[in-house]
């Protein structure tokens, strides 16, 4: 009965487990996370034979609590070696809840886990472009390392074995997609696009200064 009063006035509150405890759950997930914590440190690594305890553990947390922040930045980061799959879908999960919409490092760690686990294939690198821009829309002011993993990941997309005109053609596209607008620094989600790009073109002929399309590129930058 407490659950369902709770739904009225709490819509979100569907996300949590049907458990009966009398709507009693985030009270739950507090005592399950110290739970976790002292699991955790008794542990000398997450490894394949303790995995699947980790993630249930961690499961549990954000099933009575779909809002605890820290228990999947922790959780996913916890057992994103041994499953990195798992650990993106973990992260998912959280990125898709309403709550948690201003949270951009939760999709950075999404991203970050697509693009280091060791199976950045096509459709990972792909995936991962998503989360990193999701992760720069949400941040108000986005970190450097932020930017920089989601231009690499797009630079990377593009399968040129040239990774300095891989990033300028990313660079040139984010800029000749906004060149028409007066205002480019705030029409970009890029938030230093002309100082990047004009370092990217600057870099590239003078390390490829014969390249026809780094040339071509940049003359039409500068």
């Not at 070696?81 to 990125?95: G, S, T």
């Not at 026809?212 to 930058?221: C, F, G, Q, R, V």
């Amino acid at each position: 009965y407490m659950h369902e009063e709770q739904l009225k006035q709490m819509p979100y509150r569907d996300l949590e487990s049907k458990a009966p405890i009398g709507g009693f759950h985030k009270f739950a997930s507090d005592i399950d996370w110290m739970f976790v914590i002292q699991y955790m440190g008794g542990l000398k690594s997450v490894s394949k034979e303790n995995v699947d305890e980790v993630i249930k553990r961690f499961e549990k947390i954000v099933a009575y609590d779909p809002n605890f922040e820290n228990a999947y930045q922790i959780g996913a980061m916890s057992f994103s070696v041994e499953e990195p799959e798992k650990a993106v879908a973990f992260l998912e999960k959280a990125c898709d809840n309403p709550q948690l919409k201003n949270n951009w490092k939760l999709p950075f760690y999404a991203g970050f886990i697509l693009t280091h686990s060791g199976k950045d294939t096509p459709e990972n690198v792909k995936k991962a472009i998503g989360f990193y821009e999701m992760a720069i829309k949400r941040s108000p002011t986005p970190e450097m390392y932020v930017v920089n993993s989601y231009l690499r990941a797009r630079a990377k997309a593009m399968g040129i074995n040239n990774d300095k005109l891989a990033m300028l053609k990313v660079l040139y596209k984010e800029w000749k997609k906004n060149s028409g607008m007066r205002e480019i620094e705030t029409a970009s989600i890029i938030p230093d696009i002309n100082q990047r790009i004009l370092k990217a073109a600057q870099e590239a002929r003078r390390e490829f200064p014969t390249d026809k399309e780094i040339l071509e590129a940049s003359e039409s930058i500068m």
